[in-house]
């Protein structure tokens, strides 16, 4: 009797853990300066291991540049710490072209001013925590010159 007892208690409370339910946000980035009719904006939301990886993207995006402004939506992301990076892809290649000491020739932004031209930025300087249900950004895309 015991053991039917332990047994009738134990998967009311170890067969169901109750779900932990993940909450989400929106992500919300309005592009600035971007030249009309020169390629399309690139932009994508970024975790701190695949940070500006080609296969480290968490969401992408490509959008036509038929305006100076653009905006980006990302919808049911799960609350965490992210990066946006961009860059208007004039000759829709899908990198950000650079010449050759590796100063890019195309303008792009992160999800926070940059910190030094000289160099990539780190994840930790550009990231953001999305612990809301709507976080909102201006990303003004700039050419390497110009920062």
């Given at each position: 009797m015991k053991i039917?007892?332990?047994t009738l208690l134990?998967?009311?409370f170890f067969a169901h853990p109750p779900k932990e339910?993940?909450?989400t946000g929106t992500v919300t980035i309005t592009f600035t300066n971007v030249e009309v009719g020169k390629g399309v904006l690139r932009s994508a939301l970024y975790v701190k291991d695949g940070f500006l990886k080609r296969d480290g993207e968490l969401y992408d995006s490509k959008e036509p540049t038929n305006s100076s402004?653009?905006?980006v939506t990302y919808d049911n992301i799960?609350?965490?710490t992210y990066a946006i990076a961009s860059y208007q892809d004039k000759n829709e290649?899908?990198?950000l072209s650079?010449?050759?000491i590796g100063i890019p020739k195309e303008a792009y932004g992160f999800s926070k001013p940059?910190?030094?031209k000289w160099r990539v930025p780190k994840f930790d300087e550009v990231s953001f925590d999305l612990d809301s249900p709507n976080e909102k950004f201006n990303v003004k895309l700039n050419y390497w010159r110009n920062h």
């Open positions: 039917v007892l332990f134990a998967s009311l339910e993940v909450q402004t653009i905006v799960p609350y965490g290649d899908a990198k650079a010449n050759a940059l910190k030094s």
